[in-house]
């Protein structure tokens, strides 16, 4: 199943403006969680490398590898590429790495695209060096009681069920136990992101684009319909509104003993 936000310079975009809104989450979660410096730490399904970089810049990883399915995302995370930070195009559902296994992986958004994210942790198990770590951080939740946004987000949440997906994972994450012997879950927890209405509307308006031809939403939504949740979210996009919309964010910490 391909990923159903696309790969394009538009989703790219969207991808920026998320690093800047989820920073502060990821950014406690691996401060929290990542008490040595990693020499080989591993960005699953990277896009165009803005959460690599904030890892290798928050673990001080001597190095940093981000692997994504993309080529396009791995070209343009590549542009900034260092000795120490690089970038690999790899479909992170088949192990063995092309790395060789690491002290540290992480990922961020997902296993919710993801066919079998249980059996996919498993596999990713086995691809941590002894007393590695595996991060996984989420969407647990988002609450809001602003109607565009409910409206926009039970689209997506329905898109990614009828492809066996789920939007809120975070719950069923937080359920599952690793079958593989000698891994410590050390974190589970949920962290609260105050989102502004701007931010929201515009990685929301950014990317109706990617999916408004999908047929599942051809299928069950009018073209009117859509394009009125484009225009409004458009508009919210100059939105000096908080307080309307707030994101939990799963973050898990296993540990291979
Ligand atoms: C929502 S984006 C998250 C990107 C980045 N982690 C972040 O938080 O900004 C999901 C990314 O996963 C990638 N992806 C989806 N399925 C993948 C797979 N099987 N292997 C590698 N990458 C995959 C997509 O290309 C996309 O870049």
Known sequence: MSYLFRDTDRAAR??????EVYKPSSEAFLHAAVHARPQLALDLGCGPGYTTYLLAETTESAYTIGLDSSAHFIELAAQNATTQISFLQ??????PFPTGTADLLFCRMLLTHL?????????WLTQLKPGGLLLIEEVDWIHTDKPIFRDYLAIVAAMLKQQHNQLYIGEQLDAYQ?????VQRLLSRVYQLPVTSAHAATMFY??????KSHPFIQQHYSSDQIERMED????????TASNEINWGMRQLAYQKT
Do not use: C, F, K
């Open 14 to 19: 969207r991808l920026q403006v998320l690093a």
């Open 90 to 95: 790899h479909n992170v559902t088949q192990t």
């Open 115 to 123: 066919q079998d994210p249980q059996a996919t942790i498993e596999r």
């Open 178 to 182: 690793p079958a593989a012997s000698g």
């Open 206 to 211: 950014l990317n109706v684009a990617a999916w």
């Open 232 to 239: 409004e979210l458009g508009s919210l996009i100059s939105s």
